[in-house]
């Protein structure tokens, strides 16, 4: 078997495990699937195992594939590096991308990264979908997204992490609050308020793990789903959020809320874009990647 053979068959295999599924893994290397099967069918010949069995969820990796993939997929990233698969894009031709955001994210970080991508590419176009925790992993492995952005932490093999900022907090109450008036509050006074917190898997629960560990779990009156329904809860009444620094001045310049400075220390939440590995990423994907790295990462 060639030197060229075996480098295809590697790569094949890392896919395999990486996306479960040989019909993404035929997509990703522009072949068909009977070609994905009859190298898969090489492989475990090869290796002597099955490799993969098929599941529920797809193609579940034996344990001698679990054994096999790291060193496999280092093998294979070192070799996209040298290549350098970035340069192989050209973005003057018509391209669509995908991202996926929380919906922080869709009022945050898309206009940044629509203005980059805009800059570099006009023609392009962009598909957002909406974050999930559960199927984000998926999403992107199958190519379904290019690129997530998000503060949980997806902690898989087959994705490439990348972190791009930083995000504190900050309270918010309505501008005509009776009692919090002030740019600062003290830890009673927030004692004596009614608390709304976001419940869900969207990222930041920072916010109601300060409650709770403040005690004042009781005492959280409101529980909604997205951090963009804040505002308009909060300027009608006397609840009192707690929300990331940067949305949370964006609130105030659209909305009669105000923000001020906590009486506790909350630890920053880390915002990070999200990839499938090479060989998995395309060189488009890889090129988008860069567009969201430079509209997002250090953000002051």
């Known amino acids: 078997m060639g030197a060229e053979f075996d480098l295809n ?22 072949v068909t699937q009977p070609t994905v099967s009859y190298g898969l069918g090489k492989l475990r010949r090869r290796f002597g195992d099955d490799l993969f069995v098929r599941g529920p969820g797809g193609l579940n990796p034996s344990s001698e594939a679990e054994r096999l993939y790291p060193a496999l997929r280092t093998a294979i990233e070192q070799l996209d590096v040298t290549i350098g698969a970035a340069t192989q894009f050209d973005p003057a031709g018509p391209v669509s991308f995908s991202i996926g955001l929380t919906d922080l994210g869709e009022v945050n970080s898309l206009p940044l990264v629509i203005a980059e991508l805009c800059a570099r590419a ?21 190519g379904r997204v290019d690129a997530i952005v998000a503060s949980p932490v ?16 900050s309270g918010m109450v309505a501008t005509d609050h009776p009692r919090l008036r002030g740019a600062f509050v003290t830890d009673a006074e927030l004692r004596a308020e009614q608390h709304i917190v976001v419940e869900g898997t969207t990222g930041h629960p920072a916010p109601r793990h300060a409650l709770r560990t403040h005690g004042l779990e009781a005492k959280i009156a409101v529980r909604v789903t997205r951090f963009a329904t804040l505002p308009y809860v ?4 006397q609840h009192v959020a707690i929300v990331p620094n940067r949305i949370a001045h964006a609130m105030a310049e659209t909305h009669r809320v105000r923000t001020f400075a906590l009486p506790w220390t909350i630890e920053p939440a880390e915002i990070a874009v999200y990839t499938r590995r090479t060989p998995g990423r395309s060189a488009a994907q890889t090129w988008f990647l860069d567009v969201i790295r430079t509209a997002l990462q250090d953000l002051p």
């Open 9 to 30: 068959l590697i790569r094949t295999f890392v896919l395999l495990y990486e996306t479960r599924s040989v019909t993404a893994t035929a997509d990703v290397l522009a």
């Open 122 to 142: 006009p023609t392009a176009t962009l598909q957002v979908h909406a974050f999930d925790i559960d199927t984000a992993e998926d999403q992107l492995t199958r």
């Open 154 to 169: 997806l902690d898989s093999v087959r994705l490439s992490r990348v972190p791009l900022f930083t995000e504190g907090y």
């Open 234 to 237: 909060v300027q009608h009444t």
